[in-house]
């Protein structure tokens, strides 16, 4: 039987989820958000999150189609989570297809998994997190809940990624690092320490120093 998901929320990530979705089987059947940003063929049933419920009951699973690209967002999707979970409702996991998981991989319910992202042995990673396009994760990686790996990042063997964590764009984390909880590591960032909880890490920022004229 294939399962009917509606996508909570909408922007350019959804877009991107729901086509991994269709990929998966799923029966999409309409989104929840303040703007429906897939288009006419997918009706809106509600705008806002207070009127999921009266929804969410007449389908199989939701999926929440919320990136994250900073640490104000990542709130924002655990207390998007936290009513959802509140209300029963429950959210799909969504893996793609073109995706590498090696054998003893653990990935929790609501949790997005893009496209080329390679996943080596015994890793886990938790509920409700995203790990974006290209990502690497090495083997026995623990990842916690609602964590936002975006896409080129680099983990090394035994990485410990606590809750509620952001890690930007092509960051690398060597091998036994630990990022506590809350954190958000910069685009670029070599990661060779542990990072201590609601931490913020960025690498050298680039600007511009001279102008060229002809």
């Known amino acids: 039987m294939t399962n009917r998901i509606v996508m909570i929320g909408g ?4 877009k991107e989820a729901l086509e991994v979705a269709e990929m998966n089987k799923f029966e999409i059947t309409g989104v929840c958000s303040p703007e429906n940003t897939l288009g006419s063929n997918y009706p809106n049933f509600c705008t806002k999150e207070e009127d999921l419920h009266k929804f969410m009951s007449k389908f199989d699973l939701g999926f929440l189609g919320i990136g994250a690209f900073s640490s ?12 959802l979970e ?4 429950k959210l799909a996991k969504l893996i793609s297809p073109h995706a590498i998981l090696s054998k003893g991989v653990e990935i929790g319910f609501g ?9 080596s ?3 886990v990673v938790g509920r409700n997190s995203i790990v974006n396009t290209s990502a690497i994760i ?17 983990l090394g063997g035994s990485v410990e990624i606590e809750n509620d964590v952001l890690l930007g ?27 201590d909880a609601n931490s913020i890490v960025y690498p050298n920022i680039s600007r511009a120093i001279k102008i060229n004229k002809e």
Do not use: M, Q, W
């Open 11 to 14: 922007g350019f990530f959804a």
């Open 86 to 89: 509140s209300e029963k409702i």
């Open 111 to 119: 949790t997005y998994i893009a496209h080329n992202v390679v996943i």
């Open 169 to 195: 764009t092509g960051c690398v984390v060597l091998p036994g690092v630990k990022i506590s909880a809350g954190s958000t590591i910069g685009a670029g960032s070599v990661i060779v320490n542990n990072v």
């Open 72 to 83: 104000k967002d990542i709130l924002k999707r655990k207390d998007i989570i936290n009513f």
């Open 121 to 123: 042995f015994d890793a």
């Open 138 to 154: 090495g083997h026995n990686v623990h990842i916690g809940d609602n964590v936002t790996i975006s896409s080129l990042v680099f």
